[in-house]
């Protein structure tokens, strides 16, 4: 079947898509759940007696309120573990414990990394998405704001050999919302930019930051954030997307 041959498979309003793009962290791969159940794994001997409350807690500080160290990753000023050592820090600093340098925090990050990658999942509705889209030949890829390797190794975990097309921040030099990083997937396709959707978590970078680049851009809401003044298409599961 060519490409975009069977678009019907998609929603209202999708019909001209020949090419999906996605984002992986949070939107294909439940990293947030890999990510906190990893730390509760490896803190558990520095924070023992902490409660569930408390461990979410854990986790949303580490998650969500120091994303801003990734942010310097990105800009080239830390490297992938010192950031991932600042947020752990910084998390448990939140409940009085300070990782030492040297050995421990080699070890602390070290046994993270490990646990994270054996907590990798997809979300449930992204098989029943790329089921339909091998069914009605449209092709599909990832575009995402970490490295190549690092992501490939990510999608394997998580069953999804099946997305070869993977375009990471090294392919192109640049991260999101830069227009490149996103037209290349949209190269890599075979599409145009006109007519490939982008799917992602971060209302910012995913829809916003691709729709300036040309393409359909698509907030993945799953759980249902409010957005005053956000005009932009949003689904809160990725079936949404299916007709």
Same mark, same amino acid.
């Given at each position: 079947m060519n490409a975009g041959a069977g678009s019907g498979v998609l929603a209202a309003g999708l019909d001209g898509i020949r090419g999906v793009l996605f984002d992986i962290d949070d939107t294909?791969?439940?990293?947030?759940?890999?990510?906190?159940?990893?730390?509760?794994?490896?803190?558990?001997?520095?924070?023992?007696?902490?409660?569930?409350?408390?461990? @979410? /807690?854990?986790?949303?500080?580490?998650? /969500? @309120?120091?994303?801003?160290?990734?942010?310097?990753?990105?800009?080239?000023?830390?490297?992938?573990?010192?950031? /991932?050592?600042?947020?752990? /820090?910084?998390?448990?600093?939140?409940?009085?414990?300070?990782?030492?340098?040297?050995?421990?925090?080699?070890?602390?990050?070290?046994?993270?990394?490990s646990r994270q990658h054996s907590y990798i999942r997809p979300f449930d509705d992204v098989g029943p998405l790329l089921d339909a889209l091998d069914f009605a030949g449209i092709p599909y890829g990832a575009v995402s704001n970490n490295v190549h390797d690092y992501q490939r190794v990510k999608l394997d975990a998580a069953g999804l050999e099946r997305i070869r097309v993977l375009v990471g921040t090294d392919t192109v030099g640049v991260p999101k919302p830069d227009p490149a990083i996103y037209l290349e997937g949209v190269r890599r396709l075979g599409t145009g930019a006109g007519e490939t959707l982008y799917v992602g978590d971060n209302r910012l970078l995913d829809a916003e930051g691709s729709t300036a680049a040309g393409l359909l851009g698509v907030w993945l809401n799953r759980g249902g954030d409010p957005a005053p003044g956000f005009a932009g298409r949003e689904v809160t599961t990725l079936l949404e997307l299916l007709g």
């Open positions: 294909l791969v439940d990293l947030e759940f890999a990510m906190t159940a990893a730390l509760r794994d490896v803190s558990e001997h520095l924070l023992p007696g902490l409660d569930d409350a408390s461990w @979410e /807690r854990f986790g949303r500080i580490f998650t /969500r @309120e120091t994303t801003h160290f990734y942010d310097r990753y990105l800009a080239g000023e830390l490297t992938f573990n010192e950031q /991932r050592l600042l947020r752990g /820090r910084a998390a448990l600093g939140h409940f009085g414990v300070e990782l030492e340098e040297g050995e421990q925090a080699h070890h602390w990050v070290s046994s993270y990394a």
